[in-house]
């Protein structure tokens, strides 16, 4: 008797805890779907919040949100593939480049409000950008630094030494052979990095806290020096801020679906070139 | 000569990419002088001793009262409760997924659990707020859910993906020789994965439990929409809690720079930025130890 | 170029949803400005005065002597502006059996002194105090009208929906908002708004009673406070313009605050 | 082949690893209390031959098998017999040494533990399983140290331990003494004969000597066939097949 | 060695990797317009040396190396030339085809674009690479197909087209036919042979056969020295050293 049952209860764990963790993400998708896709419409999405943001769209926040992300690959990822191309193509095995990596593992664990506080110190009081889009954006841009760093340095690890040194035996100097031959090599593998980068940092609220994020703005159009509206903290405003925070819950929903619609799309599209890329190969 | 300026070129061009390696040990070093220097700034005019064991946070009361310890307690307790949580179910999902599912489904596990990783925070809290919180008012009869369950299993949730693909990831990595060995003593799939496979992962399971751990610690908007943010000091699971994550995420916009005030959350922000420092190190040291040993 | 048309407002949460109001109208009648704004309570609104990160610091209380001084040691000379007149409700279940408190046993519920309604509603069960946090000026504003301090047990609340919300569900809670919280577009919130007694023998005052509230009647009602630095004051003043118009002053009542006639 | 009871057999076995096939109707027999040793040049298939009557395979994705696998009468894989129970009666001991990395009590122990052998009859098992892999004289001292500071013959003589001790019919070993050196090697040939008297033992070898010291009988594999199988005297000696020949006179593999 | 116009050689060069000593104290020369055969057993250091020659350990971090190499009289380490002047001058072809992943066309124009080869002579340039590269036939109808289709064979004569099209004055091959069926050796050898006459030509081989087919010059190594070098019937008939006869024997390696 208790040998037939074993192996049902063995299976029954392993599949009572994956299932949890499936049904997780099935609950959360189905009740932003479910409750917020009758929200959603294209009024929704291309107009301003009208009658104190009880009723209209969203569209000041999804332009802060696109601004904010393109701000944010604008300083990493220039940034970010030089630094990576430093540690995998100069780097020598030193104590200094240990350091380095030491730096940008910690940098990768470092709680997102302390980017937000260092923001806050750096750009908004230190080099007095104020509260605004820039400053936002470049604190955004410090915190997905790591992460873009670590992806790229990945892809370039993957270009085959062979084709540094073709380069190289036709003449061209080593600038020359990352700029021409591994660069373009890599790049579908640092564009997955990219872009899985960017899907966090659209969905990061803490880091804008307290450096430029508004409540509500009555332009939908946003300038680098400038509050602006944003997805992620809209929906927090709406779901604990708002003043009628249950007559607002159908619009905090499609905010809520709109957003984990440009995340999901982001990373959709990593995958893609994903697996494009490993098709080619 | 072109020869010459190309030269020049490629010299130009390492000096800024090494330039830019330097500048991530800036970006480090500035964020830890940062909390540093205000920290310091915060024990000029409050005893360190009273900041670390003092039982109340009230910044605005009269006199003022900057003990963190309700903080600290609280971040621990979420941090516990999603732990409980999410290492069973992330231990259970990544043996499912190394030693019994099939390929197929595999593969359409892994990008699932990818996705769940890429939920943004405040999505996760919303539903804290409009899904969870409600449920376990309502299985509990409490007046409202917004308290440090709510948040442990929310953080549970956000820390589960990494927890299962590291742990994963060293399941996978086990060699398979143990396996065959408990195999042939005749042990079938169940107990050589408790007594075996998972004993042996063991250093690379704890790193994951590290990194879940340091997801969880340093998560704000989560906690700061389900928990409740009562700044007195916690009483258990049912009752509201404020993180030290929340408490800075409350407070600093509505501070005046450069005010006691000011100086003690980024004192609370020095004390985080130390317990995620520490435990990424240790989980590293595992990830470390757990590759040599796969080397080996 | 047009950063000169573009300002900022933050601070008390009471008056954020008026000021929301007001900047969606303002943009009808003045498209070429832009207004962001943002919530979190008046201490936020003072603080980003002291910061230099706003142009209106919006605040439900007066300034306090420590922020008087800071503002003048940080060289920053202001300009004060009412806007408007509030009325502070205290918020209790749709069920909850007295209709009516007096000051001194308000003061006893909220500085923890009762710790369950018995001696008020002769029911044993536990008071929980729905509060705001302590930057929030209604938070002074009441513990300075009723001098206490508030119980350990309070919740701090972020804004005033979330007490309304917490109320709604919570027979045994008590909490207070703006006046402008219990309207909600017409529609009144399932809540019981207590009417207040002032002294003992007057007679109980509702937070919504409009005569009242021009009389001066009712005990926990106060300004709303606009601080605007001097070096914004040329930027903001069509705004302040609007707010005083004719359109604005409608946006104030319809929105639940009250206008006080000079 | 011998008249002797056959304790184990395949008959007409083939298998595929996703398109490859690698096994091509093989069936062989292993009579009871002898030594067979089971030769052939280098990936003709003799691992994966023997894997298969322990079903190891049964956890590859994608690996296909038919043919019949018999212990006495039993059908290894059709028949009634779970594949715990397969593999409890048919030990094997594995070219790398892979004691568990536990105490070397623990080692043994944690098959008896999963075959409910009662607590109290577990330790003298243990010990005479050590006796009988003769290495209980250089262990018994300490039999909490982990087994992974024993020497490589000493752990390959624990694995051997860990399968005896659970008094399996038949021992699978493949290459055991190949990563040993020749004193190690030694010991365990002398070990596997003294076995025999109690188990039917298989043994893969790439050592022609070490066939012809130990084996009853030989069975030449090639490209995943049977090529010839004997008494190893007459394989060694006079080879009926052509590629028999060349491989014992060390001409190929 | 013979009398003949020394073009590239190297005199007591040594070189570490980290503490490991790969080359010891090696004096070499190779005639110009001659194609010379390094040969030895794996690990020797042949790949080693020839890449010093044009500076491809440049790049990593923990080498070390003592010692002159002269092209002509001009030192390739110390002079005023620089590494990128001296791998244009110094060609290479490796072992392992390695096109860039761009079209044919695009492979060759790489280096002339680098190089400062104007626009309007380049085409010339590469037609002629491709055709004294024996492949210009099985390419001329799509110069833009991409480099990684092409097999093997013919992948390994565009990348001695590539560098044959910036006129070096030697070209150093690190077994180019390794990875090669016997039809594409064949037609890479003829190719060599006719190179000869404009190129100095080192090559690495671990094919005795080869160097006897086209080398001039045979120099031998073994564990990071040169134990023998001269003409090649010389080396493979009559070698002087007994290490050299073993080896072109075919008794090690
Ligand atoms: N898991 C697998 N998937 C695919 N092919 C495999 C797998 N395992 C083994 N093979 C192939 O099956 C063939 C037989 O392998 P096997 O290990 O049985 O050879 P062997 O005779 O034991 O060789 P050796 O003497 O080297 O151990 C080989 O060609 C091998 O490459
Ligand atoms: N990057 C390196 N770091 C450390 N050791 C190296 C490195 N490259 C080569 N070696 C060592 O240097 C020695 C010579 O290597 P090299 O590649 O020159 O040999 P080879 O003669 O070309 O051999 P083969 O014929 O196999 O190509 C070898 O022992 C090798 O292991
Ligand atoms: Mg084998
Ligand atoms: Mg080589
Ligand atoms: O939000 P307050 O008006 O209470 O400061």
């Known amino acids: 008797m208790m040998k037939k049952l074993t192996p049902i209860i063995e299976w029954g764990t392993l599949l009572l805890t994956t299932g949890l963790v499936c049904f997780f993400l099935l609950a959360i998708l189905w009740d932003l779907i479910s409750k917020g896709s009758s929200s959603l419409s294209w009024a929704f999405i291309s107009t301003s919040p009208t009658d104190g943001m009880t009723k209209g769209g969203i569209l000041p926040a999804i332009i802060g949100t696109v601004l904010l992300t393109l701000i944010t690959a604008l300083i990493a990822a220039p940034f970010g593939i030089c630094c990576a191309i430093y ?104 564009l997955t990095g990219l872009v899985l980068t960017l899907s966090r940092a659209a969905g990061e609220t803490a880091p804008i806290l307290f450096t430029g994020v508004a409540f509500y703005i009555n332009k939908p159009a946003g300038y680098l020096n400038q509050e602006f509206m944003a997805l992620p903290y809209h929906l927090y405003m709406l779901s604990t801020q708002h003043q009628a925070i249950e007559q607002v819950r159908p619009l905090a929903y499609g905010t809520a679906l709109v957003l984990i619609i440009v995340v999901f799309f982001l990373n959709l599209s990593a995958f893609y070139i994903r697996y494009q890329h490993s098709k080619h190969e | 000569m072109k020869l010459a300026i190309r030269e020049k070129t490629d010299q130009a061009a390492k000096l800024l990419f090494r330039m830019t390696g330097l500048m991530v040990i800036a970006i480090l070093a500035g964020i830890f002088f940062m909390l540093l220097w205000n920290t310091i700034a915060f024990f000029l005019k409050v005893k360190p001793w009273d900041f670390i064991t003092g039982t109340q946070w009230s910044p605005s009361g009269t006199p003022a009262n900057y003990g963190m310890l309700p903080l ?160 007195a000091f916690p009483k258990g699971f049912f009752h509201s809690v404020r993180t030290m994550t929340a408490t800075i995420a409350i407070e600093m916009g509505e501070v005046p720079y450069q005010t006691t005030h000011y100086y003690a959350l980024f004192a609370i922000a020095a004390v985080l930025f130390l317990m995620t420092l520490l435990v990424n190190i240790v989980g590293e040291y595992f990830v470390n130890k757990y590759r040599k040993y796969q080397a080996a | 170029s047009d950063a000169g048309k573009f300002i900022k407002v933050k601070g008390s949460d009471t008056e954020v949803k008026l000021a929301v109001s007001l900047a969606e109208n303002f943009y009808k009648v003045h498209a070429d400005f832009s207004v962001a ?95 705001r946090q302590s930057n929030s000026g209604t938070h002074s504003f009441i513990r300075s009208k009723l001098k206490i301090e508030f119980s350990r047990d309070a919740k701090e609340m972020n804004g005033n929906a979330q007490i309304v919300e917490g109320i709604k569900h919570d027979r045994s809670g008590i909490g207070y908002v703006g006046a402008g919280y219990i309207l909600n577009n017409g529609t009144e919130q399932p809540i019981k708004v207590l009417k207040i007694i002032a002294k003992p023998g007057s007679i109980a005052i509702s937070p919504l009673d409009i005569k009242a509230i021009a009389a001066h009647q009712y005990y926990f009602q106060r300004p709303l406070y606009q601080f605007i630095p001097l070096t914004s004051w040329n930027k903001v003043s069509a705004f302040i313009d609007f707010e005083k118009s004719a359109a604005g002053q409608k946006i104030i009542t319809t929105s639940g605050y009250y206008i006080i006639p000079k | 082949m011998s008249k002797e009871h056959i304790k184990l057999s395949a008959t007409a076995a083939k298998l595929w690893f996703g398109n490859k096939q690698v096994l091509k109707n093989v069936t062989v027999a292993f009579p009871q209390n002898k030594i067979t040793a089971l030769i052939g040049p280098s990936g003709c298939g003799k691992s994966t031959l023997l894997r298969c009557f322990n079903r190891m395979h049964d956890l590859s994705a994608d690996v296909r098998i038919e043919g019949d696998f018999l212990l006495e009468d039993q059908n290894l894989y059709k028949g009634k017999l779970s594949a715990t129970e397969v593999r409890r009666r048919i030990g094997m001991v594995f070219q790398q040494a892979n004691p568990f990395p536990k105490s070397i009590y623990e080692n043994i122990n944690y098959g008896l533990k999963i075959n409910n052998i009662p607590k109290d ?10 006796k009988e892999s003769y290495i209980w004289d250089e262990v018994k ?106 491989y014992v006179k060390g001409h190929f593999g």
Not at chain 1, 100 to 126: C, E, T
Not at chain 1, 146 to 165: D, G, H, K, Q
Not at chain 2, 74 to 90: N, Q, R
Not at chain 4, 214 to 224: K, N, P, S
Request: hydrophobic share 45%; with cysteine.
């Open chain 1, 87 to 190: 540690l995998n193509e100069y780097a020598t095995d030193s104590w200094l480049t240990r350091i380095i990596r030491a730096s940008i593992r910690n940098l990768a664990g470092v709680p997102s409000i302390i980017y937000g506080l260092f923001g806050l110190a750096l750009f908004v009081q230190g080099l007095q950008m104020g509260t605004s889009l820039l400053a936002a954006g470049l604190t955004l841009g410090l915190l997905s630094l790591p992460y873009i760093i670590i992806t790229t340095e990945e892809a370039l690890r993957r270009v085959p030494n062979s084709m540094r040194e073709a380069a190289l035996a036709v003449g061209a100097t080593q600038f020359e052979s990352i700029r021409d031959v591994v660069l373009p090599s890599a790049v579908p593998g640092m």
């Open chain 2, 72 to 231: 600290l307690v609280s971040t621990s307790l979420v941090t516990l409760g999603a732990m409980c949580i999410a290492i069973p179910l992330g231990i259970g999902t990544a043996s499912f997924l190394s030693d019994y599912a099939g390929r197929k489904l595999k593969s359409v596990l892994k990008p699932a659990i990818e996705m769940l990783a890429s939920v943004p925070s405040v999505a996760i809290g919303f539903l804290g707020i409009v899904v969870l919180g409600p449920g376990i008012a309502s299985i509990t009869g409490q007046s409202n859910g917004l308290n440090a369950l709510n948040g442990a299993v929310l953080l549970a949730i956000m820390s589960l993906p990494t927890i299962i693909t590291v742990t994963q990831d060293a399941l996978e990595g086990v060699p398979n020789a143990y396996k065959e060995a408990s195999y042939s003593v005749g042990a079938n799939r169940w107990q050589t994965l408790i007594q075996v496979t998972i004993p042996a992962a063991a250093p690379g399971i704890l790193a994951a439990v590290m990194l879940g751990v340091g997801r969880a610690i340093g998560e704000t908007m989560t906690v700061l929409m389900a928990t409740g943010n009562a700044s």
């Open chain 3, 37 to 131: 704004i943002s919530g979190g309570g008046s201490g936020l609104g003072i603080a980003s005065l002291l910061n230099g990160q706003t142009d209106i610091a919006n605040s439900s209380r007066p300034l306090n002597a420590e922020e008087i001084v800071l503002l003048k040691a940080k060289g920053i000379p202001i300009r004060t502006v009412i806007f408007a007149e509030d009325a502070t409700a205290f918020i209790v279940h749709k069920d909850f059996p007295l209709d009516s408190i007096d000051v001194m046993s308000l003061a006893k519920v909220l500085n923890g002194q009762y710790k369950t309604w018995k001696p008020l509603t002769g029911k044993d069960i536990q008071i929980n105090i729905y509060g």
């Open chain 4, 121 to 130: 009859q577990r330790l003298g098992i243990i010990e005479n399983a050590l």
């Open chain 4, 141 to 246: 001292d300490d039999l909490q140290k982990p087994a992974t500071r024993l020497s490589g013959g000493q752990q390959q003589r624990l694995c051997i331990a860990r399968a005896v001790a659970l008094r399996p019919e038949v021992i699978l070993m493949d290459e055991p003494c190949s990563a040993l050196d020749p004193i190690s090697t030694a010991k365990i040939e002398e070990l596997i004969l003294k076995l025999k008297k109690d188990y039917t033992i298989v043994i893969v070898t790439h050592n022609m000597q070490q066939a012809q010291r130990i084996a009853d009988q030989t069975v030449f594999m090639y490209l995943g066939e049977i090529i010839e199988a004997g008494d190893t005297k007459q394989i060694f000696d006079k080879p009926a097949n052509e590629l028999t020949k060349n």
